[in-house]
Nanobody, 112 residues
């Protein structure tokens, strides 16, 4: 059974940085496209960043230039480096395996 476990969320001031991690188990990780999504209170879940099995990436316009998605197939892990954080980045962040598997989410709060 495939499981995704996120970590690295927390409280940070505007302009600060956080690095989210997603550890995958029980799968042939390197074959799967992966993504980070987020959901703010009262809003729909939205794609933040995507990385293909070959390493190509895509970003939401609101985070382009500030966030970086990466993967380490040897460690079965995906990361989201978030810099220059804004209050509007506050949300629960979810790791997603494009075979249809979600992680449990990690809270990111940007506040002074």
């Amino acid at each position: 059974q495939v499981q995704l476990v996120e970590s690295g969320g927390g409280l940070v001031q505007p302009g600060g940085s956080l690095r989210l991690s997603c550890a995958a188990s029980g799968s042939i990780f390197s074959r799967n496209a992966m993504g980070w999504y987020r959901q703010a209170p009262g809003k729909e879940r939205e794609l933040v960043a995507y990385v293909s099995s070959s390493g190509s990436t895509r970003y939401a316009g609101s985070v382009k230039g500030r966030f970086t998605i990466s993967r380490d197939n040897a460690k079965n892990a995906v990361y989201l480096q978030m810099n220059s954080l804004k209050v509007e980045d506050t949300a629960v962040y979810y790791c997603y395996d494009y075979r249809g598997i979600w992680g449990q989410g990690t809270q990111v709060t940007v506040s002074s």
